[in-house]
């Protein structure tokens, strides 16, 4: 087991925010992304028009 | 270079090339992300002052430099937008600010922590973390600008201006700890004589750099990628709603 010291809750804590704030972003993006996609299957297509 | 920009400005075209690259980015994101943390827990050696505590370090800088790297990508969006008109540009910015306001948040905060057990304090008004909260503030700015105006075309124009005339506070930061008296300490990895850390504790730090800068491009090419197919939407809904 990784020994970190007196300051040991800041170095977790620094991590664990990151984890967050970066799943956070990630999770936004990609449901974004299919929201977006999914609503554009359910209207018809206007390329060719 | 003016060539690939053109030959990409068909939205249809940026959109094949982003989902063939987007697969590809987020597993080699991923499998750097797991070598800069390998690097970071069990290569590098703890600092001689500050022991283990600098392992927030390769969380902290990282994030620092994607919140600058993400307002100068703006910054050039900007002039690709504004002075060449490229439809990709607008776009790119608007994509762009969310991701840097995310490692500018990361930033601050892992800040904060490796600041209490090392200053003895979590945060001081001094030029470096006074710049950065401005960043932040600059980040929610355009962001809440981009929701406040419908129209696409008429946000890009407000907002390339507000992020040139911003622009200003990004040389400012880089340079804070250079110009004025810091509790922050003076850059240690981009600086004109080289680094100034051991390479056991660089190499990982940049690994983890490269892992940010990956990062950044796949969220970037998804989140354009999500805006392209919304322009499109809001285009047909409005086509369909004049018949």
Same mark, same amino acid.
């Given at each position: ?49 | ?22 697969? =590809?980015? #987020?597993? +080699? *994101?991923?499998?750097?992300? !797991?070598?800069?943390? @390998? ?85 001081? =008004?001094? #030029?470096? +973390? *006074?710049?950065?909260?401005? !960043?932040?503030?600059? @980040? ?104």
């Amino acid at each position: 087991m990784l020994d970190l010291g007196q300051n040991g809750g800041f170095i977790l804590a620094s991590y664990a925010v990151t984890l967050v704030v970066i799943s956070a972003l990630v999770w936004r993006s990609v449901s974004h992304y299919r929201v977006a996609k999914r609503r554009l299957g359910e209207i018809p297509d206007d390329r060719d028009a | 270079m003016t060539d690939i920009l053109t030959r990409i400005a068909n939205p249809q075209r940026f959109t094949r090339v982003a989902d063939r690259m987007l697969p =590809w980015l #987020a597993a +080699l *994101t991923i499998v750097t992300i !797991l070598i800069g943390q @390998y690097g970071a827990w069990f290569v590098a050696p703890p600092d001689y002052q500050q022991g283990e505590t600098i392992r927030i370090k390769y969380v902290h800088v990282p994030a620092a430099w994607m919140a600058l790297f993400g307002w100068s990508m703006m910054a050039l969006s900007a002039i690709g937008s504004l002075v060449f008109r490229h439809p990709l540009a607008d776009v790119a910015q608007k994509a762009a600010a969310p991701i840097g306001a995310a490692f500018c948040a990361i930033c601050l905060i892992t800040g904060s922590l490796w600041g209490k057990p090392m200053w003895g304090t979590w945060w001081v =008004w001094d #030029a470096r +973390l *006074t710049s950065m909260l401005v !960043l932040m503030l600059m @980040y929610l700015g355009v962001i809440a600008l981009w929701r406040a105006i419908e129209e696409p075309t008429i946000a890009a124009k407000a907002v390339s201006i507000v992020t040139l005339v911003c622009a200003i506070n990004i040389p400012i930061i880089k340079f804070s700890v250079d110009w004025w008296n810091t509790l922050h300490q003076p850059a240690s990895v981009l600086r004109l004589d080289g680094p100034t850390i051991h390479s056991s504790q660089l190499w990982p730090l940049l690994v983890m750099g490269l892992a940010a800068a990956l990062l950044f491009a796949t969220l970037l090419l998804l989140r354009m990628r999500t805006e392209l197919m919304e322009r499109r939407l809001r285009r047909q809904m409005l086509n369909a709603a004049r018949g």
